[in-house]
């Protein structure tokens, strides 16, 4: 094998320089040329692509974002699309193709494999919700923003006498609002995967209110609906102010932490050798702290579930 490419893919989260870097860093280590695929399968379609270097990745490990850019690209959904985007891998001599990113686009991946083209997928997403990883690129950054913003939330609510409900990101994964209900102390925390009662909880809140608590917060998952609304229908029904922060992008954003650079390495590392070795179709996870293979189509044919031991975590201490 001569040649591979790397892109990123779908939304953009922390991490997913340190773990281009790393392709781009084994693949010329092990003597073989990695070219650069700009704006996801965007750009893949308008043929950007183009050759790196070792200094193509320098100076990028500590940005958020993706020095290689991402795209949305419904066409991609379409079969021909896909065809001539394996011509156009083909015409640069591209033997293999590290993806980076979410659900989405490691389907897209899996899809463009039946082309010839070997992929290895690496799960770059905030939202932690790749089947067979308990990690993905970025989630752990977006984590800490979030624990920041309640930090900062609960100094400002304890001033007055409020409810806070804070809407995260995550898509229809509860991951990142279950952990950061855990770590920022949370009284409640609305997830997709598990039924709540919003009756009982406004009962709930104005009882505790009653008996003297001076704030609560409430971390909303966007994927159970507008927090904005949800918040609306809080503060009609107990009465008590109720203010509302949707946190948006700023969860995407950020110089990733520790964990996030660690790991995208790893996996970045990983990425490189499986091609390079005639591994295909894969996506390289994290369980247990160390790299996992997951099959691909298995990855993108199933879908991640909420640990029952974190539901349990956050109703036990929230009490
Ligand atoms: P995140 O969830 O973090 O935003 P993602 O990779 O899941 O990341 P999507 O917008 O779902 O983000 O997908 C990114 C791109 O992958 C799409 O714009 C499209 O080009 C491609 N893609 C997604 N789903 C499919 C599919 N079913 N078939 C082919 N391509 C797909």
Same mark, same amino acid.
């Given at each position: 094998?001569?040649?591979?490419?790397?892109?990123?893919?779908?939304?953009?989260?922390?991490?997913?320089?340190?773990?281009? %870097?790393?392709?781009?860093?084994?693949?010329?280590?092990?003597?073989?040329?990695?070219? &650069?695929?700009? !704006?996801?399968?965007?750009?893949?379609?308008?043929?950007?692509?183009?050759?790196?270097?070792?200094?193509?990745?320098? !100076?990028?490990?500590?940005?958020?974002?993706? $020095?290689? =850019?991402?795209? %949305?690209?419904?066409?991609?959904?379409? #079969?021909?699309?896909?065809?001539?985007?394996?011509?156009?891998?083909?015409?640069? =001599?591209?033997? =293999?193709?590290?993806?980076?990113?979410?659900?989405?686009?490691?389907?897209?991946?899996?899809?463009?494999?039946?082309?010839?083209?070997?992929?290895?997928?690496?799960?770059?997403?905030? @939202?932690?919700?790749?089947?067979?990883? !308990?990690?993905?690129?970025?989630? !752990?950054?977006?984590?800490?923003?979030?624990?920041?913003?309640?930090?900062?939330?609960?100094?400002?609510?304890?001033?007055?006498? %409020?409810?806070?409900?804070?809407?995260?990101?995550?898509?229809?994964?509860?991951?990142?609002?279950?952990?950061?209900?855990?770590? &920022?102390?949370?009284?409640?925390?609305?997830?997709?995967? /598990?039924? $709540?009662?919003?009756?009982?909880?406004?009962?709930?809140?104005? #009882?505790?209110?009653?008996?003297? %608590?001076?704030?609560?917060? *409430?971390?909303?998952?966007?994927?159970?609906?507008?927090? /904005? @609304?949800?918040?609306?229908?809080?503060?009609?029904?107990?009465?008590?102010?109720?203010? /509302?922060?949707?946190?948006?992008?700023?969860?995407?954003?950020?110089?990733?932490?520790? #964990?996030?650079?660690?790991?995208?390495?790893?996996? =970045?590392?990983?990425?490189?050798?499986?091609?390079?070795?005639?591994?295909?179709?894969?996506? $390289?996870?994290?369980?247990?702290?160390?790299? *996992?293979?997951?099959?691909?189509? @298995?990855?993108?044919?199933?879908?991640?579930?909420?640990?029952?031991?974190?539901?349990?975590?956050?109703?036990?201490?929230?009490?």
């Amino acid at each position: 094998l001569k040649s591979i490419a790397i892109m990123t893919s779908g939304g953009d989260s922390p991490g997913m320089n340190a773990a281009a %870097r790393a392709v781009v860093r084994t693949a010329l280590n092990e003597g073989v040329r990695v070219f &650069g695929i700009y !704006d996801g399968y965007k750009g893949m379609l308008e043929n950007r692509i183009v050759e790196l270097t070792s200094q193509s990745v320098s !100076d990028i490990i500590q940005r958020g974002g993706t $020095f290689l =850019g991402t795209a %949305r690209c419904p066409e991609f959904k379409q #079969e021909e699309t896909r065809a001539k985007a394996a011509e156009i891998l083909k015409s640069h =001599g591209i033997e =293999g193709l590290v993806i980076i990113g979410g659900d989405g686009s490691l389907t897209g991946g899996s899809l463009l494999s039946k082309y010839g083209i070997p992929i290895v997928g690496l799960p770059g997403t905030i @939202d932690n919700d790749v089947w067979g990883s !308990d990690y993905t690129i970025g989630a !752990d950054t977006a984590l800490n923003t979030i624990l920041d913003a309640i930090n900062k939330l609960r100094d400002t609510a304890s001033a007055h006498r %409020r409810i806070i409900v804070l809407e995260v990101m995550g898509r229809t994964c509860g991951w990142l609002a279950m952990m950061a209900a855990i770590a &920022g102390g949370a009284e409640y925390v609305l997830v997709p995967e /598990v039924h $709540f009662d919003l009756n009982k909880i406004c009962d709930e809140l104005k #009882e505790s209110y009653a008996n003297g %608590r001076r704030y609560s917060i *409430v971390v909303v998952a966007e994927g159970v609906g507008s927090a /904005v @609304d949800i918040g609306k229908e809080i503060g009609e029904k107990t009465g008590i102010d109720t203010r /509302v922060t949707v946190l948006g992008h700023v969860q995407r954003g950020g110089s990733p932490t520790a #964990e996030d650079r660690v790991k995208a390495s790893m996996l =970045g590392e990983k990425a490189a050798l499986a091609l390079i070795n005639g591994q295909r179709n894969v996506v $390289f996870g994290i369980n247990n702290g160390k790299v *996992v293979a997951i099959d691909l189509h @298995d990855s993108v044919n199933n879908n991640k579930t909420l640990d029952p031991e974190l539901v349990r975590l956050a109703r036990v201490l929230s009490k």
